[in-house]
């Protein structure tokens, strides 16, 4: 399987919720690498590389969050893959 690389947005409650760490956990049990980092603007970032089905899974995901987050919108962008060894938080 060809390696894909997400870029998403989420906009919402999302800081102060787990957000990152639950991304992350979900991330990992997909087998994706990147990271998920809070913005200054209250949104998080999360980059995702990995199978195409993993990464459409974490994308599905971000759109719900986790229990305590409340998710108002995610903006994806597709990018090119750097090879990325694991995933963390920033």
Do not use: C, Y
Request: proline content about 3%.
């Amino acid at each position: 399987m060809p390696v894909v690389r997400r870029r998403f947005i989420v906009s919402g409650k999302v800081q102060g919720v787990f957000f990152r760490d639950a991304a992350k956990s979900q991330a990992e049990m997909l087998g994706l690498k990147g990271w998920a980092k809070n913005l200054p603007d209250g949104r998080v970032e999360i980059v995702a590389e990995g199978d195409a089905t993993a990464v459409e899974r974490l994308s599905r995901w971000a759109r719900e969050g986790s229990v305590h987050a409340r998710v108002t919108g995610v903006e994806a962008t597709t990018e090119v893959p750097e090879g990325l060894a694991a995933f963390r938080t920033l």
